[in-house]
C-alpha cells in the first residue's frame, strides 16, 4: 500500500473513532440479559469498532507479508498478538510462563518430475500415472524418499461409521496396502442416515486420510469426480502444486501417500481390476447393503521424492482468571495465519488476509481487552488463542486441542472467530454447531436480545463445520462454536448482504487482494465480539458443564474426557 494512501486512512479512523466515541452510549446499548452482572456489561459495551479497525488494519499491511506460518510475516503477527495481550494486562498462558505456544510443523512439497507412480496389473503391461493431470500426492510422513509396491483394496466410500451402521472396511485389512476410495460421503435425503443433505465429517476428505492412516494403509487413491467433490480437478491439483505442512509426528497422518486420482484414471483403474463402470460402482457403494470392499489384481508401484522443510510456528495464548478455578474455562479463537507471499504471482503477490482473519484477530484481541480490563472477573477463566497454520489445514488449533491450557473436560466453551466482513451491523448470525449444544436456549435468548436472528446454514453440503479451528476442538470433545454473521444487516435487505458475501468470495477470498479498506464499517465486527462475550460469560457461569446434545458426532469424545 502506498504511504499517502496510509495516511489517508489513518485519518479517516480517527474521524470514524471520534464519531462512535460520541455516540456510545445511545447507539450501543448492551441489552439486559438475564445473569449478565451489570460490570460485565459495561466491559461488553467497552468494545470499541476503532480498536477492531486497528488491529486488522495492522495485522494486513502489507509489512506483515501475509503472515505466512514460520515466516517473518506470521511471527511478526504473533508477537503483535502477544504485545498487545501484555498491554491489556491478559496473563500469558503458552509454553514456559510465555504467550507463546510452539508448534512444530513439517512442510512437504512433492517434486513433480522425480516422482512416478504406475498401476501394475497381475498380467499385462503397466501403466504410469502422469503426475498432476492424473495424479497428485503427498507423503505426510516428512521423509525425503519413499519407495513401494503394494496391493490396492477398493473400499467405496472409505467410511467406518457405527452409528450408521455402516463399514465400507468390513472383511478387508488395509494394513501395508493402497486404500482405493470415493470422494464425499453415501448420498441420502433421510436426515438419520448420514444427515441426509448436510455433510458429516465422513464426507471430508481428511477423515478418509485419518481413517485409512488409522488401518495403516501405506496410501490413499481418493477418486476424484467433480460433482461428488464439489469443485473441479484443477482445485486438488492447484492445492497440491504447492507445498503442505502438517503436525510434526502426527499420529494421524502416517501415509506415504496421501494421493487424489482423477475421474478417468479411476475408470482404467477399475477395468484393469475387472470391476467394470466406475460411475456404476459409485453408485452401488452408496447403497447401504449392497458394496463389499474387494482387493483388486491391481498393485500401485510407486517412487515418491519430497522436499521437506521443518519449522516452528506459535500459537499465542493469553489468559484472564476468574473468581473460581479453571475447571469450566471459556476458550475464545481466531487463526492470525494467512497465505503469506506467492513469488510465482506476478504484481501484488501478498496475501494480506485483511477479513480472513485479521477480522477474527481485532475481535479477538478487543474481547481479551474487555476481559482484562473489567470490573469485575468472570467465574472462571478465560482463555484466548489466537492460532497458527489454520489456512495448512487447522493445524495450530489440532496442536492446542491436543495440549490445551487446562484439561478438555474442563473447558466449557470454545467460541472461534473467522473471516467476519465488516460491511455493517448484521440482524442475523449463522453460528455453526450451536444447535447440537445443551447451551443452546442460552444462546437463543441472547440472540434475540441482541437483535440476531439465528439462520439455519445456508450450504450444509459445504461442511462448514469441518472447517474452521472450532473442528479442532469440538473433535476433542469441546463444545465449539463458530460465530459468523448471516446476511442481514441495517438498513439492507438479504440480497445485498448475499451480493457483499458473494462479491468478496468471487474478488478477494484467498487472493491478494483482501485487503483493509478505510470505508469498511466495524461497528458489525463489535456486535459480534459484544454478542460473543455475553455467550462466554454466561457459559462460565453455568452450574454444570456444557455437552453435545445425545447422538451428536462428538458426544463420545467429550464422554471419554470426562471419563479422565
Ligand atoms: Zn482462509
Not at 141 to 156: E, M, R
Not at 251 to 257: E, F, G, H, I, N
Not at 369 to 376: I, L
Request: aromatic residues 10%; negative net charge.
Amino acid at each position: 500500500m502506498h504511504h499517502k494512501l496510509i495516511f489517508a486512512v489513518v485519518t479517516a479512523g480517527i474521524v470514524a473513532a471520534t464519531f462512535v466515541h460520541a455516540q456510545l452510549p445511545a447507539a450501543n446499548p448492551i441489552p439486559e440479559i438475564a445473569g449478565l452482572p451489570s460490570g460485565a456489561r459495561a466491559a461488553a459495551a467497552s468494545i470499541d469498532p476503532e480498536k477492531i479497525r486497528a488491529h486488522v488494519r495492522f495485522l494486513s499491511l502489507d509489512l506483515l507479508e501475509g503472515r505466512g506460518p514460520g515466516a517473518r510475516g506470521g511471527e511478526l503477527a504473533a508477537e503483535y498478538i502477544a504485545t498487545q495481550f501484555a498491554l491489556d494486562g491478559v496473563e500469558p498462558a503458552g509454553d514456559n510462563g510465555t504467550y507463546f505456544q510452539y508448534v512444530p510443523l513439517v512442510a512437504v512439497h512433492t517434486i513433480e518430475d522425480k516422482t512416478k507412480f504406475s498401476l501394475v496389473p497381475a498380467t499385462g503391461q503397466p501403466v504410469d500415472l502422469a503426475y498432476g493431470t492424473e495424479i497428485v500426492s503427498k507423503d505426510q510422513t516428512g521423509q525425503a524418499t519413499a519407495d513401494f509396491d503394494v496391493p490396492i483394496v477398493f473400499v467405496g466410500y472409505g467410511i467406518d461409521a457405527p452409528e450408521y451402521n455402516w463399514n465400507d472396511y468390513a472383511g478387508v485389512d488395509v494394513k501395508g496396502k493402497i486404500a482405493l476410495m470415493i470422494v464425499n460421503q453415501p448420498p441420502s435425503e433421510d436426515v438419520k442416515f448420514f444427515k441426509g443433505n448436510a455433510l458429516t465429517y465422513y464426507g471430508r476428505w481428511t477423515y478418509k486420510y485419518e481413517e485409512a492412516a488409522r488401518r495403516g494403509a501405506v496410501g490413499v487413491l481418493l477418486i476424484h469426480r467433480t460433482d461428488l467433490a464439489a469443485y473441479g480437478w484443477e482445485v486438488v491439483r492447484n492445492s497440491q502444486a504447492v507445498e503442505k505442512s502438517y503436525l510434526q509426528n502426527d499420529p494421524s497422518a502416517t501415509l506415504r501417500a496421501a494421493a487424489w486420482i482423477q475421474h478417468d484414471v479411476a475408470q482404467k483403474l477399475l477395468t484393469l481390476g475387472g470391476l467394470g463402470d466406475l460411475d456404476n460402482a459409485i453408485d452401488q457403494a452408496g447403497k447401504p447393503g449392497a458394496f463389499h470392499a474387494v482387493e483388486l489384481p491391481v498393485r500401485l508401484r510407486a517412487h515418491i521424492e519430497s522436499r521437506v522443510r521443518r519449522y516452528v510456528s506459535d500459537n499465542v495464548v493469553g489468559r484472564v482468571p476468574g473468581v473460581s478455578a479453571d475447571n469450566q474455562a471459556v476458550l475464545y479463537t481466531a487463526h492470525y495465519d494467512h497465505l503469506g507471499i506467492d513469488p510465482n504471482v506476478k504484481g501484488d503477490n501478498i496475501y494480506n488476509g485483511a477479513a480472513d482473519n485479521g477480522t477474527g484477530c481485532g475481535i479477538l484481541l478487543e474481547l481479551a481487552r474487555a476481559y482484562a480490563q473489567s470490573s469485575v472477573r468472570p467465574p472462571h477463566a478465560v482463555y484466548f488463542a489466537s492460532v497458527t497454520a489454520e489456512e495448512q489445514g487447522l493445524l495450530g488449533s489440532q496442536y492446542l486441542g491436543l495440549h490445551p491450557p487446562v484439561p478438555t473436560a474442563q473447558m466449557a466453551l470454545d467460541l472461534n472467530y473467522d473471516m467476519l466482513l465488516p460491511v455493517g451491523i448484521p440482524r442475523s448470525a449463522s453460528l455453526g454447531n450451536a444447535d447440537r449444544i445443551d447451551f443452546w436456549p442460552t444462546v437463543q435468548r441472547v440472540a434475540k436480545a441482541f437483535d440476531l436472528a439465528l439462520l439455519p446454514d445456508p450450504n450444509p453440503r459445504a461442511g462448514h463445520a469441518y472447517r474452521s479451528d472450532h473442528f479442532s476442538l469440538a473433535r476433542t470433545g469441546i463444545p465449539a462454536v463458530s460465530i459468523g454473521q448471516g446476511s442481514l444487516f441495517e438498513g439492507h435487505d438479504e440480497a445485498w448482504g448475499k451480493q457483499q458475501a458473494q462479491d468478496y468470495v468471487k474478488n478477494h477470498y484467498h487472493q491478494p487482494s483482501d485487503e483493509y479498506r478505510a470505508d469498511w464499517d466495524f461497528r458489525g465486527n463489535a456486535k459480534m465480539a459484544r454478542f460473543g462475550f455475553v455467550l462466554g460469560w454466561l457459559a462460565s457461569e453455568q452450574p454444570k458443564s456444557i455437552e453435545w446434545l445425545p447422538g451428536d458426532e462428538f458426544e463420545a469424545a467429550r464422554k471419554a474426557s470426562h471419563a479422565q
